[in-house]
């Protein structure tokens, strides 16, 4: 059930300027963990933090995410409020969960592994949920789950499409069920919103994996993924573990899934936002009273 | 059946006291009669007692358990005129799914099931009940069937998972599994599923998405398997029997949580030790929540599934900042 419980002091209380880019790392270098080249970091940001040498796409913040996709000043959040609770009272040999919440909101000043809000794409309106892969790995518990409705529903009632962008290790298993039907209730917000007869866009990014890429990533009308990402159902480990093989090197990623027939479009970071607008031309606008 | 499983190690022994007495038939002494009394009635008392109080990890091994009843004897006990139906008409026919109509009490209803397999040929056969895409793709053109009908359509889940492969990737496994989600939400006909076994994660979501959702009293239902919780929260597979704690996957546990619709009693010791028993109960079940469920218009089906997984999610919000000064 739906339940507010007591807040834990750390949580962070939204703050006005979320949309201000990340320390810039200047003349600082970074390396590409693929093809190992040191970019300088005023280049890395000029080029959205892709490898100029080998267009590897390095994660994005869900704050960045926004930055580099709406308008400017466009974005508003919702929602920003709710925070995760520990429901089983889950304790591993590593850690509790509740320990957990509280040291990743402190450290990463983020309540979640989504935001959720709207906004607008060269004047288009629309509502979007962006996840963040550092927040405990991005995976989908009760508060991503609820946002992610939330922020469905949000297009149903303003009548305007929606876009997701995940980025997640899958399920969170220290909510055990609560997490696994968050799958469930995503997808059937997903159903209400296509007898709505509005558009979901699904950008996939850099990893998808597990319940998140079995629920609402795969239900987008069009499906996005950025190029060399990790998207599957099963992880690398597992699938090697259940076939007794060695996945060949590219396994798995945004390519294979669109030589598979399983999604739309391969999309360079620096194309996504006018793809986007794009889509959003497309598939609104339509009048269906003639 | 006998009791090999670890934690039914004293049920064991008495169970071997007995059937010793029994075999001495007529030739039982008066005192060695009133020890097999005695000795019944102990077996009968322990197993409540322990049976009573099973934890998360002895749940699993119950329902993991190599008689247990599985979807194919249920459908045999309650059902008739059962006609599997086969092929997702787009590639292939998967042997983990069992599907297709059959009339329960008279009426005809869509049944949707996994099934692991009994004996070593069987299990390779069902692929030991783990579906790949295309048994989810049956699955979803079965459920478009029975709206189109009007057939309730009743899931018995019991699985590990959906199978983990390269092929399953290559085929879509998670937009087989999304599919049904979103199929699932908006299906036009009332809907109950039933975990009988294990309730492995998405693989038995997939066909979960239903008006009412049911447990037998010693199955689990889980967002991930606990070998996997496990190696990747403690480090060590070996840890399973303390993931399956943290996650609470048992019916019980679950029932207690508010998480599902009903819990259906199983016999003394569990299922395996009485078929006819089980059936009963869970035919008993699903015409109660049938009948229900038929009482509503469709739009009222529709309304109450959203509701159900709406309301589901555990949640807290931020205090207003206070004033400093």
């Given at each position: 059930m739906v339940k507010e419980a007591e807040v834990p002091s750390t949580a962070q209380t939204p703050s006005q300027d979320q949309t201000k880019p990340a320390q810039r790392p200047g003349n600082l270098a970074v390396k590409c963990p693929k093809c190992k080249e040191m970019l300088i970091g005023r280049d890395w940001e000029k080029n959205l933090r892709v490898c100029s040498r080998c267009s590897y796409h390095f994660k994005l913040s869900a704050y960045e995410r926004i930055e580099l996709l709406v308008d400017p000043d466009s974005f508003v959040e919702t929602d920003s409020d709710i925070i995760s609770v520990d429901p089983l009272n889950f304790v591993s040999s590593s850690?509790?969960?509740?320990?957990?919440?509280?040291?990743?909101?402190?450290?990463?000043?983020?309540?979640?592994?989504?935001?959720?809000g709207h906004a607008t794409i060269e004047n288009l309106p629309l509502a979007l949920a962006i996840m963040d892969f550092r927040f405990i790995g991005g995976s989908m518990g009760s508060v991503v789950g609820e946002k992610i409705t939330r922020t469905i529903e949000l297009g149903i009632e303003k009548h305007v499409p929606v876009l997701i962008?995940?980025?997640?290790?899958?399920?969170?298993?220290?909510?055990?069920?609560?997490?696994?039907?968050?799958?469930?209730?995503?997808?059937?917000a997903l159903a209400k919103l296509g007898e709505a007869?509005?558009?979901?866009?699904?950008?996939?990014?850099?990893?998808?994996?597990?319940?998140?890429?079995?629920?609402?990533?795969?239900?987008?009308?069009?499906?996005?993924?950025?190029?060399?990402?990790?998207?599957?159902?099963?992880?690398?480990?597992?699938?090697?573990?259940?076939?007794?093989?060695?996945?060949?090197?590219g396994s798995v990623t945004s390519e294979f899934v669109l030589q598979h027939g399983m999604i739309d479009a391969v999309v360079h970071r620096r194309e996504l936002r006018q793809t986007l607008a794009k889509l959003l031309r497309l598939y609104t606008g339509v009048d269906r009273s003639k | 059946m006998g009791y090999e499983l670890e934690f039914e190690k004293p049920l064991a022994e008495l169970e071997k006291k007995?059937?010793?007495?029994?075999?001495?038939?007529?030739?039982?002494?008066?005192?060695?009669?009133?020890?097999?009394?005695?000795?019944?009635?102990?077996?009968?008392?322990?197993?409540?007692?322990?049976?009573?109080?099973?934890?998360?990890?002895?749940?699993?091994?119950?329902a993991r358990h190599k008689d247990r009843p599985y979807p194919a004897d249920y459908i045999r006990l309650i059902c008739d005129d059962?006609?599997?139906?086969?092929?997702?008409?787009?590639?292939?026919?998967?042997?983990?799914?069992?599907?297709?109509?059959?009339?329960?009490?008279?009426d005809t209803v869509m049944l949707i099931c996994q099934q692991k397999g009994r004996d070593t040929k069987e299990r390779q056969f069902r692929n030991f009940g783990m579906p790949h895409p295309e048994g989810y793709r049956k699955a979803g053109r079965l459920m478009e069937q029975a709206e189109k009908f009007g057939f309730p359509v009743i899931s018995l889940i019991d699985t590990p998972a959906a199978f983990p492969g390269l092929g399953d990737e290559e085929r879509g496994q998670s937009e087989a599994i999304a599919s049904d989600l979103y199929l699932m939400a908006r299906l036009r006909v009332p809907t109950i599923a039933v975990v009988t076994g294990e309730g492995g994660s998405g693989g038995a979501l997939a066909i979960s998405v239903t008006n009412r959702i049911l447990m037998l009293e010693y199955s689990i239902y889980s967002v991930a398997p606990p070998e996997a919780a496990a190696s990747i929260l403690w480090r060590d597979t070996a840890f399973a029997p303390q993931a399956a704690e943290a996650m609470k996957i048992s019916a019980r546990e679950l029932q207690a949580l508010d998480l599902i619709d009903e819990l259906i009693p199983e016999p003394l010791g569990g299922a395996h030790?009485?078929?006819?028993?089980?059936?009963?109960?869970?035919?008993?079940?699903?015409?109660?929540?049938?009948?229900?469920?038929?009482?509503?218009?469709?739009?009222?089906?529709?309304?109450?599934?959203?509701?159900?997984?709406?309301?589901?999610?555990?949640?807290?919000?931020?205090?207003?900042?206070?004033?400093?000064?």
């Open positions: 850690q509790a969960y509740a320990t957990r919440l509280d040291e990743e909101r402190e450290s990463i000043s983020l309540n979640e592994a989504v935001v959720s962008s995940s980025a997640s290790g899958g399920a969170r298993m220290q909510e055990g069920l609560y997490s696994l039907m968050q799958m469930a209730k995503t997808s059937a007869e509005l558009p979901f866009f699904s950008l996939l990014t850099d990893p998808t994996t597990g319940g998140v890429t079995a629920s609402f990533a795969m239900l987008g009308d069009v499906i996005l993924a950025e190029p060399g990402a990790l998207i599957c159902f099963a992880g690398p480990r597992v699938i090697e573990g259940s076939m007794h093989m060695k996945l060949p090197e | 007995i059937i010793g007495l029994q075999r001495k038939g007529d030739r039982l002494r008066p005192d060695e009669h009133k020890q097999l009394q005695e000795a019944e009635r102990e077996l009968r008392h322990r197993t409540e007692e322990i049976y009573s109080n099973l934890s998360s990890w002895q749940t699993v091994l119950v059962f006609f599997e139906l086969h092929g997702d008409r787009a590639f292939g026919d998967d042997h983990a799914i069992m599907a297709g109509p059959a009339k329960l009490d008279g030790h009485n078929y006819r028993s089980t059936a009963d109960h869970l035919k008993a079940a699903l015409l109660k929540h049938l009948a229900e469920l038929k009482q509503l218009s469709v739009e009222e089906l529709l309304e109450q599934r959203y509701q159900k997984f709406r309301n589901i999610g555990r949640f807290g919000r931020v205090q207003a900042p206070v004033a400093q000064g």
